[in-house]
């Protein structure tokens, strides 16, 4: 049956932006591309973990602007050890944080940032009470 979540697809507007955001901010890394059947740029996978993946495709022209009441994609969550850690990361490189490190009401610790294309992003440290622990 099903194993897990292989990979998050995004259509990003600015390819090297992108890039430079999850590969060079956030640290992935870049696994390899494939073009379409002309040889052009289509997809670039990005490496979160073992088996875990970022696709990017070209070619996005219209934003998504998030709303609260929007049905579909809500928001990427990246697990952490340190909370603080990542968030000083990411303001050193410049990266602006939509919510500073706080207690979810899940008892986990969060903080939010924006990709180049305006998508959501959680970045998340489990606390050993919070319910993700313990089921």
């Not at 970022?54 to 022209?61: A, D, S, V």
């Given at each position: 049956?099903?194993?897990?979540?292989?990979?998050?697809?995004?259509?990003?507007?600015?390819?090297?932006?992108?890039?430079?955001?999850?590969?060079?901010?956030?640290?992935?890394?870049?696994?390899?591309?494939?073009?379409?059947?002309?040889?052009?740029?289509?997809?670039?996978?990005?490496?979160?973990?073992?088996?875990?993946?970022?696709?990017?495709?070209?070619?996005?022209?219209v934003?998504?602007?998030?709303?609260?009441?929007?049905?579909?994609?809500?928001?990427?969550?990246?697990?952490?050890?340190?909370?603080?850690?990542?968030?000083?990361?990411l303001?050193?490189?410049?990266?602006?944080?939509?919510?500073?490190?706080?207690?979810?009401?899940?008892?986990?610790?969060?903080?939010?940032?924006?990709?180049?294309?305006?998508?959501?992003?959680?970045?998340?440290?489990?606390?050993?009470?919070?319910?993700?622990?313990?089921?």
């Amino acid at each position: 049956m099903i194993k897990g979540i292989g990979h998050l697809a995004l259509t990003v507007q600015n390819m090297e932006k992108s890039l430079h955001f999850y590969c060079d901010l956030l640290g992935f890394q870049r696994a390899f591309d494939i073009p379409d059947d002309k040889g052009n740029p289509w997809i670039e996978y990005i490496k979160v973990a073992p088996g875990q993946f970022i696709e990017l495709f070209y070619g996005g022209e219209v934003p998504s602007p998030y709303a609260d009441e929007k049905i579909g994609f809500n928001h990427l969550c990246l697990e952490v050890n340190d909370i603080h850690e990542i968030a000083d990361h990411l303001k050193s490189k410049g990266v602006t944080l939509d919510v500073e490190p706080n207690r979810g009401k899940d008892n986990n610790y969060q903080c939010w940032v924006k990709d180049p294309d305006g998508n959501r992003i959680e970045f998340m440290q489990l606390d050993p009470s919070s319910p993700h622990m313990n089921c």
